[in-house]
């Protein structure tokens, strides 16, 4: 996407948080980062550090005083915190959010998001600003987000949004072996054992050729570990090195 | 869900990113953490201020020499890496790992997931011992996460997978108000107005009535919402207060 959400750290209070949000933000391609009165000014110098790269983001920020300054171009501003039952607000899960914001960038509007400071949140005065509360789902016996934590889970869901990564990939780039080459290896197997007397008797050849053979197909093995395995069983039925 | 998987940290470095990856574990209802060979020995005292309450975790985790005898009891492994080309494992997704721990679950299986150290990440040997490589969709350009983000991400989307929260929850838990409330708020309105002179002539009066009508229908005003337009209206309409 072209255009992006503004990420809103309001009152943060440790550089250290400011500059963890900032790589949170650019693992995920977000780099508006906007800072309402941080407590110990700007820039501050353990950000740098926790930002471990994410410079850009740091160097980009913008400082302002007040929330209603930080959202005064945004169309739509969501407040991250737990549903405050007397604002009536539409609550939404991280993952309904980034649907919404991608409509909303689509549109051509600016959207933003809210994380308050770390100990207390955001206040009532700042999530009345918002048109929507981002709640995410906890464990209701320890819900409290860190913060830059509270920023990579929005981060992640909206970069994910329209992510096209295939959710599975499969082990072999080349592909698996085909029957042809399974049958090769069961064979090879059963010849060289048969010469051991592993089968023993002729009652128990079936079942244990059926044991062997569900083994080997069940192994999803690539066409090179076929040839391994062939290699393995080569090696194993010569007799050992006898300098060894 | 009874069971969880095991989230194992692979030699880390930090005691602070130790207890952070706890409060993120906890925050999403996991408890199983296991810690192979931490490089400052274990206890850490830097990891308890880090995981904010989150004790129960860092109390219960178990140290092992060895990842082999880490994941000794499990039987499908995750190892969080970016995917190496020479390594013939099935690559996953977040969201596609929380699906499959479900079902490794609900089946009565012991998984766990593999995160590196903070620098280097997992090795090549770490990995092999693993069954499906885990790969965060990143930004390809700054795609080195934080050790407790990447905990994080796990651990949310396992918690997502089975959360019931509904993604969108209107403002309202009374309800909207209805058209009849809706009208008598349009028809007040519209009747102070024109006391006022407010549509001028009769060619104006009906285009800015519609104009009228279709921002207060718009406006998704609840019951209670429509009560405070109406004093609002009401109060707009009386004369000043001489003494002020």
Redesign the interface.
């Known amino acids: 996407m072209n255009k992006q959400p503004a990420i809103i750290l309001v009152r943060p209070q440790l550089g250290e948080n400011i500059g ?1 949000a900032a ?2 933000m ?4 977000l780099t508006d980062m906007r800072l309402v009165a941080p407590r110990d000014g700007w820039p501050n110098p353990a950000a740098g550090p926790a930002a ?3 410079d850009v983001v740091l160097d980009q920020a913008r400082v302002f005083e007040t929330v209603e300054e930080a959202v005064a171009d945004c169309t739509h501003v969501y407040a991250a915190t737990v ?1 405050d ?1 007397d604002m ?6 991280p ?2 959010m980034a649907a919404q914001l991608h409509r909303y960038i689509d549109e051509g509007s600016t959207p933003a998001i809210l994380f308050g400071p770390e100990r207390s949140g955001l206040t009532n005065d700042d999530v009345v600003l918002a048109d929507t509360v981002l ?5 209701p016996d ?5 913060l ?2 509270a920023v ?2 929005a981060a ?1 869901e909206l ?2 949004y329209a ?1 096209e ?9 080349d592909r698996l072996a085909n029957k042809e080459e399974l049958l090769g290896l069961m064979e090879h197997m059963e010849t060289e054992l048969d010469k051991r007397g592993y089968f023993r008797s002729e009652d128990r050849r079936n079942p244990l050729r059926r044991t062997l053979r569900n083994l080997v197909q069940n192994a999803s093995f ?1 066409r ?2 076929v040839h391994t395995m062939r290699g393995i069983v080569k090696s194993l039925a010569r007799a050992p090195k006898t300098d060894d």
Chains 1, 2 share one sequence.
Do not use: C, M, W
């Not at 009536?88 to 899960?93: F, L, Q, R």
């Not at 709640?135 to 464990?139: A, D, F, L, S």
């Not at 320890?142 to 860190?146: C, Q």
């Open positions: 963890k790589r949170a650019l693992n995920f391609g471990s790269g994410a549903r039952r009536p607000k539409p609550v939404v899960t993952r309904e709640t995410v789902p906890v464990n320890f819900g409290s987000l860190n830059a934590q990579i889970l992640y970069h994910t992510d990564t295939p959710a599975y990939q499969p082990s072999h780039d690539s090179q570990e």
